[in-house]
């Protein structure tokens, strides 16, 4: 029998969708934990199967998107369903929360013997029914109030059927405890606050990428700030649905709640969940599921998943992905300094079962990344991207297309081709130099030279911030292995390093120099250093010692060069804003 939406997770012991025994099951749920796991599987059934097979040509998401850093998506698939939702692991008071929302009143609640809610229980019943059906657009309240009539909407076993139409909303709906403990549909039609304005200056201010009243420090570091406090919430600069469960539940945490907020976009088709957890130290912890596509030539992975069942949909080769991640503080020292998110673990989850498999890798291949590098610069890539967060390229049949492929491919990769191996790093080099550097192209490329010059430039960008990563390592006195180093084998290692990137810094990254700067004062600046071999007579010295000695000196002159190199770009970078000026 093949698989349909409709027999989801049916081989799942804990969860019955239709038996008389089902209301004794959800009261089981008292935790949010338990409360996660429930709205797991309604969720990826009603919000990411259901469509699967109901929408013709259901936009299956790329692996690669579920990969820090994110891309925004330009398409809006108004087809497929869209919500807010949070959770919380505890009652609700109306006047003291910090979000405005519709409540529903609970029957057995103290509050229902009020006069705002009477105790007649059909009379309860029906109020909730008329908050719900005035939120919901006027073609569905109808169907609505046939199908609940009669029915509390606030109890978890109405929740599936109820999904339908809480997916009509553009607002948030809130589940929450009840007196005696039980979770229940609290509110509908809340509005989250998102103070954006005020968020990206406090968090800019705190990082050291604002100071207050510069107005220029402002402007040329204001994305980076924006894009790094979105991706530390699993989003990139995205809608305001999106943006609201990012910056309430940034709220949130710092209130020290537990809580869960949930979003899926109708663009990037993933369910996004952060949530309080007891590792979760600094931030929220983000997941995301989604219905994703493995790639044809993943021929290890097809096989273990199609052994296992773990196929939707084996033809599409379809399956439900979830990944988890972890949040990384800002460190302006480190050469990858907009390193946000980086991925914890992956799990497939079984249709039926919902068995989790952890041990088949789907995106962190990196195999599979050079796989697709070669297929871009061959034009042999069938796919989109999203060019500069404003142009969708499709396929690249055209030398255009693939420099604009090669450019959006190693500013998403950035941060992975700087940290894998070198063995890796060998052959991205070997890849892009078969293409960029390949004499029948020269004239084509002549053509569109900012294009090329663009692609160049973010190469050349990995080359020197791999060096630069080297030296964050050497400066612990590390080697790339991670093996100890002693002082004489850290200076020569770090001199012969500068060296070389003083050739390459042609294309200058300001960044990247004050890293080398940085770097080269904490090793000149260590006090057993000093002391040992600097500040005492050379006479006094071994060989070993006088080794030492030369080799600091040999530091000390190449980062004056360093130095040197950067006040007149400095000074070179004012006379053209005078010149622009007048």
Same mark, same amino acid.
């Given at each position: ?8 997770? $049916? ?201 207050? %009243? ?37 709220? =949130? ?11 899926? %976009? ?41 052994? %296992? ?53 789907? =995106? ?38 693939? =420099? ?74 590390? $080697? ?39 770097? %080269?004062?904490?090793? =000149? ?14 006479? $006094? ?42």
């Amino acid at each position: 029998m093949s698989f349909t939406w409709q027999n989801a997770f $049916s081989k799942l012991p804990h969860l019955r969708w239709t038996s008389p025994t089902e209301v004794e099951g959800l009261r089981r749920i008292d935790s949010l934990e338990k409360l996660k796991d429930y709205l797991d599987w309604v969720h990826i059934k009603l919000c990411l199967l259901k469509p699967f097979f109901e929408v013709e040509d259901y936009p299956l998401v790329d692996p690669r998107s579920l990969l820090p850093s994110f891309e925004p998506e330009l398409f809006e698939y108004k087809e497929l369903p869209g919500y807010l939702m949070v959770a919380f692991d505890r009652q609700l008071n109306p006047f003291d929360e910090i979000f405005q929302y519709d409540r529903l009143y609970n029957i057995m609640a103290p509050g229902a013997e009020t006069s705002e809610s009477c105790p007649l229980e059909n009379t309860v019943i029906d109020q909730n029914l008329q908050i719900l059906r005035s939120r919901l657009p006027k073609k569905v309240q109808e169907g609505f109030l046939s199908r609940f009539s009669g029915k509390d909407i606030c109890y978890l076993e109405n929740y599936p059927p109820l999904l339908e139409f809480l997916l009509e909303m553009d607002r948030a709906h809130v589940i929450s405890r009840d007196p005696y403990g039980e979770y229940h549909l609290s509110g509908v039609y809340g509005s989250l606050p998102a103070d954006l304005d005020t968020e990206i200056k406090r968090f800019g201010l705190r990082i050291g990428k604002f100071a207050t %009243g510069d107005n220029e420090r402002y402007e040329r570091n204001r994305l980076f700030v924006y894009q790094f406090l979105m991706e530390l919430y699993g989003f990139s600069i995205v809608s305001e649905r999106r943006t609201a469960a990012a910056l309430f539940s940034r709220r =949130l945490f710092r209130m020290g709640e537990r809580f869960m907020v949930r979003v899926q %976009g109708q663009s990037d088709r993933t369910i996004t969940t952060l949530y309080s957890h007891p590792q979760a130290k600094s931030y929220p912890r983000v997941e995301k599921v989604a219905l994703v596509r493995i790639e044809e030539d993943q021929k290890e992975a097809i096989a273990e998943l199609e052994k %296992g069942g773990f196929f939707v949909d084996r033809k599409r080769r379809a399956v439900i992905l979830r990944a988890v991640y972890r949040q990384h503080r800002f460190n302006p020292k480190n050469v990858r300094q907009d390193r946000a998110l980086s991925i914890t673990r992956q799990e497939v989850i079984h249709p039926l079962t919902g068995e989790i498999r952890t041990d088949i890798n789907i =995106l962190k291949d990196s195999y599979n990344m050079i796989l697709r590098l070669n297929d871009i610069v061959r034009g042999e890539y069938v796919g989109a991207v999203t060019y500069k967060r404003q142009e969708v390229v499709f396929n690249t049949e055209t030398h255009e297309k693939r =420099l604009k492929f090669l450019s959006t491919w190693l500013t998403k990769h950035q941060r992975r081709i700087i940290g894998y191996s070198e063995e890796f790093y060998t052959k991205v080099i070997k890849v892009l130099d078969s293409y960029l550097l390949t004499p029948d192209n020269f004239e084509t490329f002549n053509t569109m030279h900012d294009l090329y010059q663009e692609v160049w430039s973010r190469f050349s960008y990995i080359q020197q911030a791999r060096k630069v990563k080297i030296l964050e390592d050497l400066a612990d006195r590390r $080697s790339k292995g991670g093996q100890s180093l002693n002082y004489l084998e850290q200076l020569t290692s770090i001199n012969d390093i500068l060296a070389d990137l003083k050739f390459e810094i042609v294309n200058y990254f300001d960044e990247l120099v004050q890293g080398v700067l940085a770097i %080269g004062e904490r090793v =000149l600046n260590d006090r057993y250093l000093q002391r040992t071999y600097v500040e005492v007579p050379e006479d $006094s010295l071994s060989k070993y010692g006088k080794d030492i000695r030369r080799q600091y000196r040999r530091l000390v002159s190449q980062i004056d060069e360093f130095s040197a190199i950067r006040k007149a770009r400095q000074d070179r970078s004012e006379t053209f804003v005078m010149q622009a000026v007048l």
